[in-house]
């Protein structure tokens, strides 16, 4: 966003030339009580330069924003925008053990991969998205427990991460606890309610429970 800064408003005093005709004494004496007119300066303070948002005002905006939007397109680009502040986490070199464990997880070297997002959480515990894609490739590997494990700390420090609320209901489904999905589902639509397969694994989940209890 480009900033434009408005100069405080000043004001300066008339200076006034007086052409006086005097004898040469009035004129020494003129000299002697003479004062040099003052430039009257506005105490105003100069105004300060607009504020950025910080990440997390950005991450509330996006999230206002994809609750209240309903048509699908346009909340999957907000959807896109907030994966988007969660992958930089700030730090080069995590944002580089990032690349090399996508690319390890592309090229089928799970261990590798593994490792890397290991390194990820060690230097930044905090940062979500490495939880989150270690999760992600447990589940891949077929270790519910240690991706669910993941999916928790992630929901710990982002209860907003639809990923990890989609992940979580993959798991439960897999598992068989088909309630315990359902509400990890019905998480997600709160919090990005255009979701299409959301919404129809909602629907489905219901029907299959309703259909349980007759």
């Known amino acids: 966003m480009s900033r434009t800064l408005i100069p405080a408003p000043f004001c300066l005093a008339p200076l006034v030339a007086a052409c006086l005709v005097m004898s040469p004494l009035g004129a020494v004496q003129a000299a002697d009580t003479a004062q040099v007119p003052t430039a009257e300066m506005s105490t105003a303070k100069p105004a300060e330069p607009e504020k950025l948002p910080t990440r997390a ?50 090229d089928s070297k799970q261990p590798s991969a593994l490792d890397l997002y290991d390194q990820v959480i060690a230097l930044a515990p905090d940062y979500v998205e490495g939880w989150n894609q270690r999760a992600t490739l447990h589940y891949q590997m077929s270790n519910y427990r ?69």
């Open 57 to 106: 005002e950005k991450l509330d905006t996006l999230f206002a924003a994809l609750k209240r939007e309903r048509d699908a397109e346009k909340a999957r680009g907000i959807a896109e925008q907030i994966r988007l502040e969660w992958q930089d986490s700030g730090s080069a070199t995590v944002n580089l053990l990032m690349q090399w464990a996508a690319k390890a997880v592309a």
């Open 146 to 214: 240690k991706s669910m494990s993941d999916i928790n700390r992630v929901l710990a420090l982002e209860p907003r991460h639809f990923g990890a609320l989609a992940g979580m209901a993959a798991i439960l489904t897999a598992s068989g606890k088909d309630e315990l999905a359902l509400r990890a589902w019905e998480q997600f639509l709160a919090v990005y309610p255009a979701e299409r397969k959301a919404q129809e694994q909602v629907g489905e989940l219901e029907e299959k429970l309703a259909g349980n209890r007759t």
